[in-house]
């Protein structure tokens, strides 16, 4: 009698093997195949133009009835409750005040600026939006051709002097159908016409002296603070009324001469020689702690 034998479960029929990246991949670009068939002959089978009986939608007009109640109870100008400038704004009116705008200075971006200012005396000072100009006026806002005072409450106006007209200025290169001998004002029926001279304003005939004036009646020695050179003393000479007509004070220390700022002792003879005739020097002096600018004109 033969004896059975049995096989042990597993070893017997086929095996299935386990999935590899190369199976992923084929089954992930064959169901892409598949998906771009079905979007090729959803493609096909569609049609192009709309589908039953289309047609666009009417454009709905209001009834006259209906316009008319709209543009009745609309107001584009103001016309129903009109309102006055009183209400909405402040009154402004051209200032009396003795003051005298040299410069304005004006940062549209930001909304700050200063102004040059000139009390009754000629005292020119730098002021910021702000701050007080004298008492009881505020600068209350800077333009490009004038600034706003405040002063008791009212907006009071006060622009840059344009009382003197323009000066005249002749060209230098004359017309090629002009002559050399004939001047630019000058006609072929008449002679030559000289432009006028605008009068000098009175704080240019304040500020006007010559060399030797400037050189007896101001003096300049240095300033020290805290054992540091500060800058240059100016001092009265004689009766004083050079050092008052050049816009200087008593105590007034120069601190820049156009721009530059004064470092040593020794720009003390730089400074007397930027006294020429026919120049203007520029100068900014601390005074009372703050920096004023003062423009010297020397008589030619």
């Known amino acids: 009698m033969k004896s059975l034998r049995f096989g042990r479960l597993g070893q017997s029929g086929p095996r299935l093997r386990g999935w590899t990246l190369h199976d992923a991949l084929w089954w992930l670009l064959a169901a892409g195949i598949v998906i771009a068939a079905v979007r090729l002959f959803w493609m096909i089978v569609t049609p ?19 316009r008319t109640a709209l543009m009745t109870g609309f107001d584009p100008f103001n016309r129903n409750n009109p309102v006055t400038m009183a209400e909405t704004e402040m009154v402004e009116t051209i ?10 200075r004006y940062n549209a971006a930001t909304g700050a600026g200063t102004a040059i200012i000139a009390d009754n005396d000629g005292e ?8 007080e100009v004298s008492p009881g006026v505020t600068l209350s806002a800077l333009e490009f051709d004038h600034i706003v005072l405040s002063r008791g409450g009212s907006r009071e106006l006060l622009y840059l002097d344009q009382s003197q007209p323009a000066p005249s200025i002749q060209p230098s290169v004359q017309p090629s159908g002009q002559s050399s001998s ?4 000058q ?8 432009p006028e001279e605008a009068p000098p304003t009175p704080s240019s005939i304040r500020n006007r002296m010559s060399v030797g004036e400037l050189g007896t009646g101001v003096s300049f020695t240095p300033s020290q603070q805290g054992g540091r050179f500060s800058g240059l003393n100016v001092a009265p000479a004689g009766d004083g009324s050079v050092f008052r007509a050049a816009g200087l004070r008593d105590g007034d220390v120069v601190v820049a001469m156009g721009g530059q700022r004064i470092t040593s002792p020794s720009q003390a003879a730089q400074l007397s020689g930027a006294f020429t005739p026919g120049s203007q020097v520029s100068l900014t002096v601390r005074r009372d702690g703050r920096e004023v600018p003062v423009n010297i004109t020397v008589a030619p």
Do not use: F, H, K, N
């Open 182 to 185: 004939q001047s630019p004002t």
């Open 48 to 66: 192009v133009s709309p589908l039953g009986e289309w047609r666009p939608a009417s454009v709905r007009v209001m009834s006259d009835s209906a």
């Open 124 to 131: 020119q000072r730098i002021y910021r939006i702000g701050e």
């Open 95 to 104: 200032t009396d005040l003795p003051l005298t705008v040299y410069g304005i």
């Open 187 to 194: 006609s072929s029926a008449g002679p030559a016409v000289q």
